[in-house]
């Protein structure tokens, strides 16, 4: 069955980018991040959180540096009312209406500095690691008649328990480990397993899940990482 979201889910210019970077076939294959899927997860799953951001974060697949240009989505957010301007690693995000618009892409190898380009979709992106669980592990809805891509419950899940451990911010790891808490009672142990197989966890990332499993009081046995 197609899941399909209210139109009224998220504030108007939220709704608006969503639908406007979806036209243009940005969700084929990228996908909603950050604490918006939360608000997805509550319409789909009846998962219970208090949202709480202003950020606005998307995760880019990162096609071939040769890539040819598929859509300019500068132009496209900008023309929502949105400003533009770089951060001081060289990132493009955008600005408006009290929102913050970015970009994040898997990082490749140890580099965690500077942007990633992304000539496909006319953005720069934040470099990270992990990304690709989120992106490898999706599903859609529809949103006004647009298809909005997000991460499954289980793959958010398990890269909040990775994340949460790096966080320098006391308060951004607290608010990871709360949304984890809250889509537990949707998370389906098989499923989570199978992801888990996928990656190629270090030592460091399964302490850090581990330590997360901990805080929240988790099963470390439901991930098959024991």
């Known amino acids: 069955m197609e899941n399909k979201l209210p139109d009224n889910l998220f504030p108007d210019q939220i709704k608006n980018l ?13 996908i909603v991040v950050g604490s918006w899927v939360m608000l997805i997860y509550q319409e789909i799953y009846s998962a219970r959180y208090v949202l709480r951001t202003q950020d606005v974060d998307f995760g880019v697949h990162i096609a071939q540096p040769a890539s040819k240009l598929k859509a300019d989505l500068q132009k496209i957010i900008t023309g929502l009312g949105f400003t533009d301007y770089f951060d001081s690693e060289g990132v493009k995000k955008f600005t408006g209406g009290g929102y913050e618009i970015e970009f994040i892409g898997q990082r490749s190898g140890g580099r965690s500095k500077g942007a990633l380009s992304v000539p496909e979709w ?8 992990f990304i690709s669980i989120l992106t490898d592990f999706s599903e859609v809805a529809k949103l006004c008649g647009f298809t909005i891509r997000y991460p499954l419950p289980e793959a958010f899940f398990l890269h909040k328990l990775i994340v949460a451990q790096r966080r320098l911010s006391d308060a951004k790891r607290d608010r990871d480990l709360e949304q ?3 889509i537990i009672p949707v998370l389906k142990d098989e499923r989570i397993r199978q992801i888990v197989k996928r990656q190629r966890f270090s030592r460091e990332s399964k302490r850090r899940i581990s330590a997360s499993c901990e805080v929240i009081d988790f099963p470390l046995q439901r991930i098959g990482l024991t």
């Open 18 to 30: 969503l639908c406007a970077i979806s036209k243009v076939g940005f969700f084929e294959r990228s």
């Open 122 to 129: 006319n953005v720069t992106a934040i470099p990270l690691p």
């Open 180 to 182: 984890c808490a809250a």
